[in-house]
């Protein structure tokens, strides 16, 4: 990929988590105003609410109370990502949008650990009698990120492999 490319790619991606970064803050920042805390707003009945929820864990409440560790544990995969950026995109846009995607969901649960020693869930699913943990905006990022990272590592040729083939075939 061109260097003024891959700069585009940067740009647009830095554009995107900045603009989920200030969704995930306006709308916990709505949540905490708005709802009180444990109160469930039915949206789509048997199906989505909305409720305020404060974690101290990660997802699924593990490590709850573990806010400190929490913390070391995203700064270090933050500063990794942003240091093996090149070599996990391996120039492939989807890969950009995905990592800077992680990078904004880490940024934003971070913040609420820094601020409020735990992270505000307000997302609220069901299907059929299963009940889905509480999520946010920030949560959602790292995954879909994650996701379109696995997607496009299953589906894009790795750099390493494309050297290789034009070696051996």
Request: hydrophobic residues 50%.
């Amino acid at each position: 990929m061109g260097s003024l490319e891959e700069k585009k790619i940067i740009i647009c991606s830095l554009l995107l988590a900045g603009f989920l970064l200030v969704l995930d803050q306006i709308t916990k920042i709505l949540t905490v105003l708005y709802i009180p805390e444990h109160k469930l707003i039915s949206v789509i009945p048997r199906f989505f609410n909305l409720t305020y929820l404060n974690n101290p864990g990660a997802a699924w409440g593990m490590f709850a109370g573990q806010g400190k560790l929490l913390l070391a544990i995203s700064a270090v995969v933050f500063i990794a990502v942003i240091y093996f950026l090149r070599s996990l995109t391996e120039g492939w846009p989807e890969r950009y949008f995905a990592m800077f995607m992680v990078l904004s969901g880490i940024a934003g649960n971070s913040i609420d650990r820094v601020w409020k020693g735990q992270v505000v869930d307000f997302l609220d699913f069901y299907i059929m009698d299963y009940h889905w943990p509480s999520f946010n905006v920030a949560d959602s990022a790292i995954t879909v990120g994650v996701t379109i990272f696995i997607i496009s590592s299953l589906f894009r040729p790795q750099e390493k492999k494309k050297a290789e083939f034009v070696m051996h075939g």
